[in-house]
């Protein structure tokens, strides 16, 4: 990461200076002959607009939207599975009767071990991607470990249909299929996930910012950020989408049980292997080409071994390992690379996107709580009939609402206006709301404390009265909501950047190390578990809630630089003279789109 402040090395910044415009060029742009190439002027001056997609783009979002569906119809339900014993007087499925505040259970294993499973789960689920997109780019390629994941849902999802019969619920033996489905659906999510959003982009044809007339006559640009901001607030709306079938999973365990409720999420899987097979041929697919990790590390071990441990995170460290600064100091004997300029470029964007998604996991912890914390208070509250782990889904219900304003309101408008809203001040604004929305957790957690009968035992197996505080658990939808609306401003611009700024051979490794900071999250709260429990629960709320608003301006001013850099999505690179490169896609290697088009010929 470059210092503070401190311009990227390597960006061309003379000509901005010398026209007193701060947007810095990346250097693909300022060296690449393209046809619409925009002048500095243009770029300063014309309006921008998101590029076409191709419908198989749209297409890969309704695979996200299957995997999800599927994956976040099992995902709240952990925490009462886990959690609650067989309602008294029950329908042995797992539901409560009718009319009856009790939540729905099985196991009855209690919050400490139910926050211990669910935060495993989901730090595996996000955890071992690191593994899979790595293995994706140096030797499956995308599709196929995507393919191998969703097989191993199939099994995972067989399973766990299987745990919810009656005689192993009531014989108190469903914890044996049922943990060996939830972590093999882990497993399953971990292969997919990482590599879905890369292969999507791969499919984006507008690359590099170019000038294009519209119907009007009006000159724009259209533009790679523009076009992965659409697409992306697209995908994330569709895993929302698939993330509010989690309500009809928690109706199906309230009034059904629990086979209903784990049948559906495998209804909801079963188009995906149709889909895959369907886009097979239709794709643009990236051959793996052998991971670029060992070049990093080598181009690490040169940059350290010229410049020493003091130059790291300083400007110029990273020059020192490019081929030409390597010639230009003589020692061309001495340090043989494999890789040319613009790969030194990419891995610094790469680390310094790497410290931007150092800042997730507090957002995670403040959207959806510490640990399983907001399930557990949302047994402190009046239901009513209604489930208490249904309220959750309005974290994707917020989101459903609010993509489109974002895609079709807020930032059209933005650009209409020439207003730059880049990646850091949208991510500065996620950060700031999901904040809030911890603080919202912490008050709504401190008066149920103070009204229920059981005081600051509620959420425990607490029988005294109704064992519930006198307010309503919609209450519980604001700060669900309010984190929802800032994962479109975190997540959304997170997945670009994962895949702009890294090596072409490492963008499911980059992908992965996002996702990575979610299970950090986990692994906290996963680490929390003792203390995640009453009488604790209002200050796991509150202290997270007063980092995360800490940590909002440390990052502002730390990455705000980003947003004056130019972004692109260059697909290839050409090899310099005398210089082997690795795993470079070549400049005419054709992309499959509607019509088809050929990447860029990019410098």
Same mark, same amino acid.
């Given at each position: ?21 701060d ?8 060296e ?36 999800r %569906? ?19 007087d ?10 009856d505040?009790q939540?729905?259970?099985?196991? !009855? ?15 595996? %689920?996000?955890?071992?991607?690191? @593994?899979?997109?790595?293995?994706a ?12 994941? @969703? %097989?191993?849902?199939g099994?995972a ?9 009656k ?14 489905s ?10 997919f996930k #990482? ?13 590099l #910012? ?12 259209e ?12 995908? +994330? ?8 079938m989690?309500?009809?999973?928690? /109706?199906?365990?309230?009034?059904? !049980? ?29 051959? #793996?080409?052998?991971s ?30 490019k ?7 003589g ?9 040319d ?10 680390f ?11 957002? +995670? ?9 907001a ?21 994707s219900?917020s ?12 930032y ?39 009204l ?10 607490c ?26 401003f975190?997540? @959304? ?16 490794l ?11 999250? /986990? ?26 608003g ?16 130019? +972004? ?8 310099? #003279? ?6 470079? @896609?070549?400049?005419?290697e054709?992309?499959n ?11």
């Open positions: 990461m470059d210092e503070k402040g401190a311009p990227p090395s390597g960006l061309d910044t003379t000509s901005d200076l010398e026209n007193g415009n947007q810095k060029l990346d250097p693909r742009i300022a690449a002959q393209y046809e619409g190439k925009p002048t500095q002027q243009q770029l300063n001056t014309l309006r921008r607009v998101p590029g076409s997609i191709p419908i198989v783009a749209y297409l890969i979002c309704v695979v996200e939207f299957c995997e %569906a599927s994956y976040y119809g099992v995902q709240p339900l952990i925490s009462n599975f886990v959690n609650r014993p067989l309602p008294r029950g329908n042995g499925w797992g539901a409560p009767p009718k009319g505040q939540t729905p259970g099985a196991l !009855g294993m209690g919050t400490a071990k139910a926050n211990a499973v669910t935060q495993s789960f989901s730090m595996l %689920a996000y955890a071992l991607p690191m @593994v899979f997109g790595w293995m780019d140096a030797k499956t390629g995308r599709y196929r470990i995507i393919c191998w994941g @969703v %097989a191993v849902f099994v999802h067989a399973l766990m249909v299987a745990a919810g019969a005689d192993l619920l009531a014989n108190g033996i469903a914890k044996v299929p049922y943990f060996i939830l972590y093999m659906l882990a497993v399953g999510a971990a292969m #990482p590599n879905v959003s890369p292969l999507l982009l791969d499919q984006v044809t507008t690359t #910012p170019k000038v294009v007339k519209l119907p009007d006559n009006e000159d724009v640009i533009d790679p950020e523009s076009t992965t901001e659409r697409v992306m607030l697209w995908f +994330y709306l569709m895993i929302n989408v698939g993330g509010f989690g309500v009809a999973t928690s /109706y199906s365990e309230k009034y059904v !049980g629990w086979w209903l409720a784990f049948l559906i999420p495998m209804l909801l899987y079963m188009p995906l292997p149709f889909l895959l097979w369907f886009l097979y041929s239709r794709l643009t697919i990236h051959p #793996p080409g052998g670029d990790l060992p070049h990093v590390f080598e181009l690490i071990g040169i940059c350290i071994h010229r410049g020493g441990f003091r130059r790291i995170g300083r400007k110029g460290f990273w020059d020192l390992g081929p030409s600064n390597i010639a230009a100091a020692l061309t004997d001495h340090f043989h690379t494999k890789w300029d613009q790969f030194v470029e990419d891995v610094r964007r790469t310094q996107a790497t410290g931007i998604f150092c800042f997730f996991p507090i957002q +995670y912890i403040n959207d959806n709580g510490l640990g399983a914390a399930s557990f208070l949302s047994t402190m509250l009046e239901t009513n009939g209604v489930p208490n782990d249904v309220i959750q889904n309005f974290n219900l989101i459903i609402a609010f993509a489109p304003i974002l895609n079709y309101g807020l059209p408008i933005l650009r209409k206006y020439k207003i730059h809203y880049g990646p850091i001040a949208r991510i500065t604004t996620g950060l700031a709301m999901s904040s809030l929305g911890g603080a919202g957790y912490a008050i709504l957690n401190s008066y149920a404390y103070k229920s009968p059981c005081g600051k035992y509620g959420s425990s197996d029988e005294i009265g109704t064992g519930v505080a006198p307010i309503s658990i919609w209450w519980l939808a604001i700060p669900f909501a309010i984190g929802g609306i800032s994962e479109l975190v997540n @959304v611009p997170a997945y670009g950047l994962a895949y702009s700024r890294a090596p072409v051979n490492m963008r499911g980059v992908s992965a190390l996002n996702l990575l900071n979610t299970a950090v999250a /986990y692994a906290i709260g996963l680490a929390c578990s003792s203390i995640v429990t009453d009488p604790h629960l209002t200050w796991d709320f509150g202290g997270p809630a007063i980092a995360g800490v940590l909002t301006v440390i990052f502002y001013f730390l990455f705000r630089h980003i947003d004056r850099e130019e +972004y692109v999505l260059a697909q290839a690179r050409e090899q310099e #003279p005398g210089v082997e490169v690795e795993g470079a @896609v070549t400049k005419n054709e992309m789109g509607e019509a088809g088009c050929k990447v860029m010929d990019v410098v």
